[in-house]
């Protein structure tokens, strides 16, 4: 603030001078009220700290009262003070809270609600600077002229914030309503080659925008489907990333069953790939060596076709 604005920042109450005595300049002083005290500047003042000298600075604010205006208060109150250091001043702080984003959108949405706003849309707020108000008020919000264009999906409108200690703010908001779309998204990191369980999944809403092609909309076909990659916590399920389950594993060793009439054989072999059920796998016969390609037909069970040819690798 500067040295010529004291008169207008603090209020220098006429009357008798008091007693004279010594006192000190508090160099910080933190105040909770819209008025400022003598008491918040000076220490050793007795009785006289609740004596109003002006107004305190806005929530979040401050206001610093330099050598000159502190000896000038001093000689009005009939105090004694001398500077204990070349520039001495005081600073004064008045904490705040910034007004709650979420309170904001959902009055609006509420009165947007009523202008025909789509029920799934979210609201962007983004150039919205939050107002501050005092640390323990009663807030109050309201709104004025609240305009909507449901065709480009605009809005504005003039927030009224009313909270005790400070006078009524009123500031201009304008945002856009967004479409958006159900999509399944990971409650946990899951691993390659994980089946997918009810509990590992979840519905949440995002912008139509930010929504790829291929994205899981509904979790009721997913669970035992099996991960064909490593998916972190929250982000969309991709149907492309997802498959059967694999009954054969790649390496593992499986029966090997090859069927025709009258005759049936088993020999153990290795499987070169997964497999799920009903899939074609390459297999190694651990006796030949050879490599055939065979059927998956339940967990570390192939069936090789009569007449099989082996696979050259």
Do not use: C
């Amino acid at each position: 603030m500067r040295r010529g604005t004291l008169a207008a920042a603090l209020l220098l109450l006429a009357g008798p001078a008091w007693a004279q005595e010594m006192v000190t300049v508090k160099p910080v002083a933190v105040v909770d009220s819209a008025t400022l005290h003598l008491g918040d500047i000076f220490a050793g003042v007795g009785a006289r700290e609740a004596v109003v000298v002006g107004t305190a600075p806005a929530p979040g604010r401050r206001l610093v009262v330099e050598a000159a205006q502190l000896a000038a208060l001093a000689r009005h109150h009939g105090l004694v003070w001398r500077p204990l250091m070349a520039g001495e001043r005081s600073i004064i702080e008045r904490p705040g809270r910034p007004v709650p984003q979420e309170e904001v959108a959902e009055l609006l949405r509420a009165e947007l609600l009523r202008l025909g706003l789509p029920a799934e849309s979210e609201l962007d707020l983004s150039g919205f600077a939050a107002p501050l108000v005092p640390l323990t008020a009663l807030l109050n919000l309201g709104l004025e002229g609240l305009s909507y264009d449901a065709a480009q999906g605009r809005f504005a409108t003039t927030l009224v914030v009313m909270a005790e200690g400070q006078p009524t703010l009123r500031l201009r908001v304008a945002g856009r309503a967004m479409p958006t779309l159900p999509v399944v998204v990971a409650t946990r990191r899951l691993a390659l080659g994980d089946v997918l369980r009810a509990a590992d999944l979840r519905l949440v809403r995002l912008r139509a925008e930010r929504v790829r092609p291929g994205t899981a909309e509904t979790a009721e076909h997913l669970v035992g489907q099996q991960l064909r990659r490593p998916l972190a916590e929250g982000l969309p399920v991709m149907l492309g990333d997802l498959g059967p389950p694999a009954v054969v594993a790649r390496n593992a060793l499986v029966v090997m069953t090859l069927e025709a009439p009258g005759l049936s054989l088993t020999m153990q072999g290795r499987a070169l790939d997964n497999a799920p059920q009903g899939g074609l796998v390459q297999v190694m016969n651990l006796e030949s060596r050879a490599v055939v390609e065979a059927q998956a037909i339940g967990p570390g069970r192939v069936r090789v076709a009569m007449g099989a040819v082996p696979v050259i690798r």
